[in-house]
């Protein structure tokens, strides 16, 4: 068989296997993490066996998922939300690595190991999963719970400190380094430490200051092909470039990408490169979770069920005390404990690449590290269970009555108002609600435009807001309103009905040019439907009468009177504008009704006692200056 369609058989076998497992993992309630797993050991060597030794290649090839994963955490981690969660992870983040490393030191010394081994262990244990913790707590609506965001943090804080564990390990070695890998590029290993150290700060360099200064000059270039697919190629070439450059100084990948996203993350394309790259992370950290599930080496719990099963008990038991414990200093509430607690116990992904790099370093004996790795493949397993049991079985019994682990009165952080278009109608609205004190995400698809607008301190992010993953990624989820001032009337619609069909709570302000795209509007359900020029023009004619002697308050009363009736006449004409002779009957009888109303409200207005006000008090308010 060619390798082609070796490939091909492999690729149905995990889409296959993900289709039967996850649906039914589902329904069950236990998540779509676990379905892959289960979907891994399923077809892995001790399940059907369709899969074999390749399987590892493709964990290897999946592990992108997560790379891809912590770019996306990087991008929404902009500085200043960054600043306002330096408690969590800096304190019960570092204190979480801490220490699990000063208990793997303690354990590793009560069981005869050298102090060196003990702290490695500690030092690669500390590392839960961000794939399964964070994916598990959003699936089930736990992220803005407080237990959410402090797992997000310790998780943010894990991710940081792989660059000093990768840096540490060798100095612990008390082995014969077991060879195999190198740190990534053959070139660097013959390096001094000094040489080495300047390369790593020199690849964190090259991100960190060509992100800066080359991102939004790239990506604008790429917005003015207005190709989807170019904007598409141009995220993918960004994340591969950094994880290579990474990769070749022997840094993590997902650290260099996360940097990446950090760099990003105030760039008005942010939101553009989310909803790029997200189908890709999720299709790639499923076939991740299916790897893990093919790649536990179910010989060695066989052989040693016993050692393997206290192992795993031993490391959530600890990890778990200590978690709930720093939870409880970081005055957590009981229900939040718990639920904090078992989203973190388990071991995470990167421990996989740290046991396997402190192997080569000889840090660890491959006899230590085999049986670790499978309880780390089966603490993985074990999250999402654990998360189900908390959230079925104890948290019902700590908060009665209450919905499992929410928290019911957390403020949302994210913008209450979408304007999808920031032209000359969109900026506007955008300006006043800015200036009241209102939140507002703003996105467009002209990279010059948004450019110009961002030299004057308007941040506006680059997108086309027709799509359902922009939408998404600007937090239509928690918005509650969606302005659509595009001035293309189609992409209007289909904004619109995307939105209609997916954010159903979200209300919708449209704009219209004239009452012809108005109608349309009307018809897609859409209550806001603003005409560009109508209020223009009305003020216009109001300022009219007032220079034409009318007093201020008639003027006013007279375009409050057109307004309502106007906006009534053109819904009413929506539904019969495809039946052009009631169209015409319709809107004779109704111009006739507003020219009667209007005069029957002068004649009444004139037997009225003059109230007092100005005849004019914009030309009053302004000293008697023409007023444009």
């Not at 950290?285 to 040693?304: C, H, K, M, P, T």
């Not at 996989?352 to 192997?359: C, E, K, W, Y």
């Not at 209102?438 to 680059?462: A, K, M, N, P, S």
Request: net charge negative; hydrophobic share 50%; aromatic share 6%.
């Amino acid at each position: 068989m060619s390798a082609g369609a070796s490939f091909l058989g492999q690729a149905v076998v995990y889409l296959g296997a993900a289709l039967v497992t996850v649906p039914v993992a589902k329904r069950l309630g236990l998540g779509s993490v676990l379905g892959y797993l289960a979907a891994g050991l399923a077809i892995g060597p001790w399940g059907l066996g369709l899969v074999g030794e390749e399987g590892a290649d493709v964990l290897h090839f999946a592990e992108f998922g997560v790379v891809m994963m912590l770019f996306l955490v990087g991008l929404e981690l902009e500085p200043a939300r960054l600043w306002r969660l330096r408690g969590p992870i800096f304190g019960l983040g570092g204190l979480q690595v801490v220490g699990s490393a000063a208990l793997g030191t303690l354990a590793g010394l009560l069981f005869g190991l050298p102090w060196q081994e003990g702290l490695a262990l500690g030092l690669i244990l500390a590392m839960s999963s961000t794939a399964i913790a964070l994916q598990s707590l959003a699936e089930k609506g736990l992220l803005p719970t407080d237990a959410g965001q402090k797992a997000f943090a310790v998780l943010l804080f894990q991710d940081l400190a792989v660059i000093p564990i990768l840096a540490v390990l060798p100095a612990l070695a008390t082995h014969a380094p077991a060879g195999g890998l190198d740190h990534g590029g053959g070139w660097i290993d013959g390096l001094p430490p000094w040489a080495y150290a300047g390369v790593v700060l020199a690849a964190v360099a090259t991100v960190v200051v060509g992100g800066h200064l080359l991102g939004r000059p790239f990506f604008r270039l790429v917005a003015r092909t207005g190709m989807r697919e170019m904007f598409t190629a141009a995220s993918l070439l960004l994340v591969v470039g950094v994880a290579q450059l990474m990769t070749l100084v022997g840094l993590s990948a997902a650290l260099g990408t996360f940097l990446a996203g950090v760099v990003l993350a105030e760039s008005e394309y942010r939101h553009e490169l989310e909803s790029d790259i997200e189908p890709f992370k999720g299709l790639l950290l499923g076939v991740f979770f299916i790897a893990v599930g093919a790649s536990i080496d179910l010989g060695v719990v066989r052989d040693a069920p016993g050692t393997i099963a206290g192992l795993l008990g031993l490391v959530l038991v600890a990890k778990g005390a200590l978690l709930a414990g720093l939870a409880r200093a970081f005055r957590s509430r009981a229900d939040q404990v718990v639920l904090f607690t078992a989203s973190l116990a388990g071991v995470g992904e990167f421990a996989f690449v740290l046991f396997g790099f402190a192997t080569r370093e000889g840090v660890l004996s491959t006899t230590l590290a085999a049986p670790l790795v499978a309880v780390t493949a089966l603490s993985m397993a074990a999250t999402p269970l654990l998360l189900v049991a908390v959230e079925r079985l104890v948290l019902p019994r700590l908060v009665p009555g209450a919905a499992p682990g929410r928290e019911p009165d957390v403020e949302d952080d994210g913008n209450p108002v979408i304007i999808a278009g920031f032209g000359r109608f969109g900026q506007i609205a955008g300006r006043f609600l800015r200036s009241n004190g209102i939140g507002v995400t703003t996105v467009d698809v002209d990279g010059d435009q948004i450019e110009v607008l961002r030299r004057f301190g308007q941040r506006v992010y680059y997108g086309d807001a027709s799509r359902l993953d922009l939408l998404t990624a600007a937090g239509a989820e928690r918005a509650k309103i969606l302005v659509v001032a595009v001035d293309d009337h189609e992409k209007v619609l289909e904004i619109v009905e995307t939105a209609r069909r997916h954010f159903p709570g979200l209300a919708i302000l449209a704009r219209a040019r004239g009452r012809t795209e108005a109608y349309a509007l009307i018809d897609e359900g859409v209550e806001g439907v603003y005409r560009e020029t109508f209020d223009s023009s009305l003020r216009v004619g109001q300022d009219a009468l007032r220079l034409l002697g009318q007093s201020a308050h008639r003027a006013h009363r007279a375009a409050q009177l057109f307004r309502r009736m106007d906006e009534d006449s053109m819904r009413e004409m929506a539904s019969l504008r495809h039946d052009q002779e009631r169209l015409v009957s319709t809107a004779r009888s109704r111009t006739g009704a507003l020219e009667e109303a209007l005069r029957a409200d002068r004649e009444r207005q004139a037997h009225l006692v003059d109230d007092g006000w100005d005849a004019d008090p914009l030309r009053a308010a302004t000293g008697g200056a023409k007023v444009d």
